[in-house]
C-alpha cells in the first residue's frame, strides 16, 4: 500500500487505451481542470506515481492498462471547524467526536480539513477508515477503523440494523392544533431529487416500499422550538433531514431542506441543529458491548 502524505492517501486513475503519447498528454486530457503547470510540479515533487511507489515524470509514455497514483493538493484550507475529539481508541477502532462544519472523508474542496485526515496525522494512522459516515452539517459521533480488514465486520453491524443510534435535534414545534403525537413511528420511501444534493420523499400513497425509518420523540418545547431525539433504524442519505422536513418540522440551520440555498448563505454561527449522539452495538471481535456518548450539546439560540 502506498503511503499517506500529511494523511492523505494518493488517488487513482486507470490509463485506457487512447492517442495520448505520454503520461502528462494523458492527465491533461482526464483533468482539464488541473493545469499542465501544476501536474509539472506535482511530478516533481514526485508526487505522481505508479502501483509500486515509482515516481513518473511527464515525458513517460502513456501505458494502457496501467494505474497512476497522484497526490491530490488545495490551496491552504480554511480552519471552519472545532477541534474533534478522541473519545476511545483499542487495537481495532477509533470512536471520535466531530465538531460541526467538518467533513469526514476528503472530497471536493475538502481535503485537510476532514476528520479522517485530522485523525491520520493526529493519531499517525495511515491506514483509519471510516465505518459509516455523517454529514458535514451533522455534529457528534463517527466510528473508524485502524485496519481496512476489519472494516467489514463493523460495516456490516451498520447494514444489519444491529447499530444503537441515537441522535438529537433542534426544530420547529409542533404547531397548537398540530396532529402529530410523539413519539411516533415514521417510515418513508426516500429517493434522490432533481438537485443532486437533495433527497425527496415519494408520495406517502405512492408504490415503492418504505426504506427510511426513525422514531421521533419529543423531549421538550421552547417557544417555538422544541428537542427531538431522534432513533433511526436504517441510514438513508439525509433521512433525519428529509423525514423532519416532511412533517413541516424542519431542522434550525438546515440549509438543505425544505430549501436549498446553497454554501454562500451557510453561517458557522448558525449550525445545523442535528448531532449524532449515541452509538451502541456488541462488538464483532471482542463481544463486548459499546456504547459510546457524544460530549456535545445543542443550543435552542
Known amino acids: 500500500m502506498l503511503p499517506t502524505l500529511n494523511g492523505v492517501s494518493p488517488s487513482c486513475v486507470a490509463l485506457p487505451p487512447g492517442p495520448w503519447p505520454d503520461v502528462l498528454a494523458f492527465l491533461r486530457w482526464r483533468f482539464p481542470a488541473i493545469p499542465a503547470d501544476e501536474w509539472l510540479q506535482r511530478m516533481a515533487l514526485g508526487h505522481v506515481v505508479t502501483s509500486s511507489g515509482q515516481a513518473v515524470a511527464a515525458q513517460d509514455p502513456h501505458q494502457p492498462h496501467t494505474k497512476l497514483f497522484y497526490y491530490r493538493s488545495l490551496p491552504a484550507e480554511p480552519v471552519v471547524a472545532g477541534p ?25 474542496q475538502y481535503l485537510q480539513e476532514t476528520l479522517l485526515v485530522r485523525l491520520k496525522r493526529r493519531l499517525g494512522l495511515d491506514d483509519l477508515v471510516p465505518a459509516h459516515r455523517i454529514d458535514r452539517e451533522t455534529a457528534g459521533l463517527v466510528l473508524f477503523c485502524k485496519q481496512v480488514e476489519h472494516r467489514k465486520a463493523y460495516q456490516q453491524l451498520f447494514a444489519q440494523r444491529a447499530v444503537h443510534k441515537v441522535y438529537e435535534a433542534i426544530a420547529l414545534a409542533p404547531p397548537h392544533q398540530s396532529t402529530l403525537h410523539f413519539p411516533m413511528n415514521c417510515s418513508s420511501h426516500l429517493q434522490a431529487g432533481e438537485h443532486f444534493m437533495q433527497m425527496r420523499q415519494q408520495d406517502p400513497c405512492g408504490p415503492a416500499a418504505p426504506n427510511a425509518h426513525t422514531t421521533i420523540e419529543l423531549l421538550e418545547t421552547q417557544g417555538s422550538l422544541a428537542r427531538y431525539r431522534l432513533l433511526p433504524t436504517t441510514g438513508r442519505r439525509h433521512q433525519l433531514r428529509v423525514q423532519m422536513a416532511a412533517l413541516g418540522l424542519p431542522i434550525v440551520g438546515d440549509q438543505i431542506y425544505p430549501q436549498l440555498l446553497g454554501r454562500e448563505h451557510e453561517d458557522l454561527a448558525n449550525p445545523l441543529r442535528l448531532l449524532a449522539q449515541g452509538l451502541a452495538f456488541t462488538d464483532p471481535y471482542s463481544h463486548e458491548q459499546r456504547v459510546f456518548r457524544s460530549g456535545q450539546t445543542l443550543s435552542f439560540a
Open 84 to 108: 474533534e475529539q478522541v473519545l476511545f481508541e483499542d487495537e481495532r477502532i477509533v470512536v471520535a467526536d466531530k465538531p460541526h462544519f467538518l467533513a469526514v472523508m476528503p472530497a471536493g
